[in-house]
């Protein structure tokens, strides 16, 4: 039996108007053929991290049930995408700090609805088949093969105009050497092996799911 698949928009921390939440509810129910969906804002700062509250309302609200949310943390200024079930075969993390990667901009600038907006298009069109553009690394591209050019002209050119070595010949007979070796003594002090056991920190909540966000 296919299950009822829910949208929701809780603004808690009042960044929408009624009629910007109308407009987000018009956006976002397309993306319940795929899984439940919901805008969260939130200015409550019980929990430690923004991955953790995205984390815990989630699966408070869906359980493991496929779905995404997009979630805007105000206490903590962090943005996030976080998926479950199919969804989040698809909103991948990677997906997801791309998304918040694209759209991060619009919350600094305090433009809320601009902001959830542009992230639930993108997590559509990615749920469609399709691909979003990724600029950031694109420029990440550029800003390296920038770097790789900088250094190879750099090496082409020391190469070009250092100096020619000398022969060890001449650089010895220019050379005052004088060597005095006195009495040497040894003393073994032992030897031994030091075994240091990998140690591995503590596992993670075990919880399904997962997501990215930015900082704004």
């Known amino acids: ?97 791309l998304i918040t990667d694209n759209v991060y901009r619009y919350a600094t600038n305090e433009e809320y609805y601009k902001c959830a907006d542009e992230a639930f298009k993108q997590i559509n069109t990615l749920l469609d088949g399709k691909k979003i553009l990724e600029p950031m690394r694109y420029i990440t591209n550029v800003l390296i093969a920038i770097t790789v050019a900088f250094f190879s002209t750099f090496i082409f ?5 250092k100096l020619k070595k000398a022969p060890d010949k001449e650089i010895l007979s220019n050379c005052n050497i004088d060597f005095k070796i006195g009495d040497l003594e040894t003393k073994k002090t032992g030897q031994g092996n030091r075994y240091s056991p990998v140690s591995f920190g503590s596992g993670g909540s075990g919880s399904s799911g997962g997501g990215g966000g930015h900082s704004f």
């Open 1 to 97: 039996m296919e299950l009822f698949k829910l949208c929701y928009i809780i603004c808690g921390a009042e960044l929408l108007t009624n009629e910007e939440e109308q407009k987000l509810m018009e956006r976002m129910k397309p993306l319940t053929e795929y899984g439940n969906i919901a805008f969260i804002s939130s200015n409550n700062g019980v929990y430690h991290s923004t991955s953790v509250l995205a984390d815990s309302v989630y699966h408070q609200m869906f359980g493991t049930q496929s779905g995404t949310i997009f979630l805007i943390d105000m206490y903590n200024r962090e943005i996030y995408v976080f998926s479950d079930g199919s969804n989040y075969n698809i909103i991948t993390k990677s997906k997801a700090y």
């Open 157 to 161: 050119m020391y190469n070009k105009t």
